[in-house]
């Protein structure tokens, strides 16, 4: 074990703070990764105040994190991907079992045993896996992944968790050119699920409540805005989508947005409320349209999202900030006051 420099909550009600951790010295498959950069992310925010305690309860302290880019500085004898020096990055998964069918399938994120990066057990040390708001990190190579040079690496980290949360059900549901998407909220990650659409070749259309946000959508990929709080303009738009991803977090209409679909249209889920949507039966029957739910990627894809990302020079919009600015960062985050991803610049901790 070795100690290690982080950002830890003591509670639900207590700010993140200066703490040391311990990590687990690197084994025969484990690579040591230098932390450079990490997201913050909104569902660190639920977590470190155990707003989801009904599904993932939080283990105190919670040291939050799952967007990670770093440098290689160890790489155990059994290792054959990466070597000192080289970039790295780690989402939201360390470990799975990798022996059954979502494993096999390569949709680990599935795993009955999966072990998230941060407020989950951690069976090498007995207690729980701690995040990426530290200055290092240790994990098995499997779930290590490779940054593509030739992207701005404060603007890779969101990749690894809103990146691939919006690249996999566009993926999925086999967003193409010619098709009509729509991406509902244009936040950390509706501003990827524009981005991806467009690169996809899509005809790209945010549905917003801020007439404000035109110009930006615009500017990041959006063909058209539609308002979706004026009728008239949302009636103008009904039944011709064929696919809707939307990445609003808390409770609202879906209903409206379902019909705007069209026939055997999909409305994809990748917002978490905490309360449950309302939905009306009739309109999913009336079309055969469908709501659905994505959650990030496995591995394979993940890499092919950077991959992705790394020949269509894509990368988050960010804020870097100093961890010492964390806590502001959250309660801007809950104001929606940032454009549009926070990125920690982790050489900040060795400022104490």
């Known amino acids: 074990m070795y100690d290690s420099k982080a950002y830890s909550a003591a509670s639900a009600i207590s700010p993140l703070a200066p703490t040391t951790i311990s990590r687990r010295e690197p084994a025969a498959s484990d690579v040591q990764i230098e932390i450079l950069y990490c997201g913050i992310c909104h569902s660190d925010l639920h977590q470190v105040r155990d707003e989801w305690n009904a599904v993932m309860p939080?283990?105190?302290?919670?040291?939050?994190?799952?967007?990670?880019?770093?440098?290689?500085t160890k790489a155990g004898s059994a290792v054959t991907g990466f070597r000192?020096?080289?970039?790295?990055?780690?989402?939201?998964?360390?470990?799975?079992?990798?022996?059954?069918?979502?494993?096999?399938?390569?949709?680990?994120?599935?795993?009955?045993?999966?072990?998230?990066?941060?407020?989950?057990?951690?069976?090498?040390?007995?207690?729980?896996?701690?995040?990426?708001?530290?200055?290092?990190?240790?994990?098995?190579?499997?779930?290590?992944?490779?940054?593509?040079?030739?992207?701005?690496l404060a603007g890779v980290a969101p990749l690894l968790c809103a990146g691939i949360t919006t690249y996999s059900p566009l993926r999925h549901w086999g967003v193409s050119a010619g098709m009509k998407v729509g991406v509902v909220g244009l936040g950390g990650l509706g501003h990827?699920?524009?981005?991806?659409?467009?690169?996809?070749?899509?005809?790209?259309?945010?549905?917003?409540?801020?007439?404000?946000?035109?110009?930006?959508?615009?500017?990041?990929?959006?063909?058209?805005?539609?308002?979706?709080?004026?009728?008239?303009?949302?009636?103008?738009?009904?039944g011709s989508f064929d696919f809707i991803?939307?990445?609003?977090?808390?409770?609202?209409d879906v209903n409206a947005y379902v019909q705007l679909l069209k026939r055997d249209g999909t409305l994809t889920l990748v917002g978490a409320p905490v309360d449950p949507h309302a939905v009306s039966a009739f309109g999913l029957l009336f079309g055969r349209k469908s709501i659905a739910g994505s959650l990030i990627g496995g591995i394979a894809e993940t890499q092919e999202m950077l991959d992705f990302c790394g020949a269509h020079g894509i990368t988050a919009d960010v804020e870097v900030i100093p961890i010492q600015k964390v806590n502001e960062a959250y309660e801007r985050l809950l104001k929606s006051d940032v454009k549009y991803r926070f990125s920690i610049d982790m050489a900040s901790l060795k400022e104490g």
């Open 58 to 72: 939080a283990v105190y302290p919670v040291v939050p994190g799952h967007e990670i880019v770093g440098r290689v």
């Open 84 to 152: 000192p020096g080289d970039l790295a990055a780690v989402g939201c998964l360390v470990d799975s079992d990798g022996t059954c069918q979502q494993c096999l399938d390569g949709f680990e994120q599935f795993c009955p045993n999966a072990t998230f990066t941060y407020n989950a057990p951690d069976k090498h040390t007995g207690g729980v896996t701690y995040g990426g708001y530290s200055d290092s990190i240790v994990v098995d190579e499997r779930f290590v992944l490779r940054v593509p040079a030739n992207l701005d």
């Open 192 to 238: 990827m699920g524009v981005k991806f659409a467009h690169a996809f070749g899509a005809h790209v259309v945010v549905l917003s409540t801020s007439p404000g946000k035109r110009d930006d959508a615009r500017r990041l990929g959006a063909d058209e805005v539609v308002i979706s709080t004026d009728a008239a303009e949302m009636e103008k738009h009904a």
């Open 245 to 252: 991803l939307d990445t609003v977090a808390v409770v609202h």
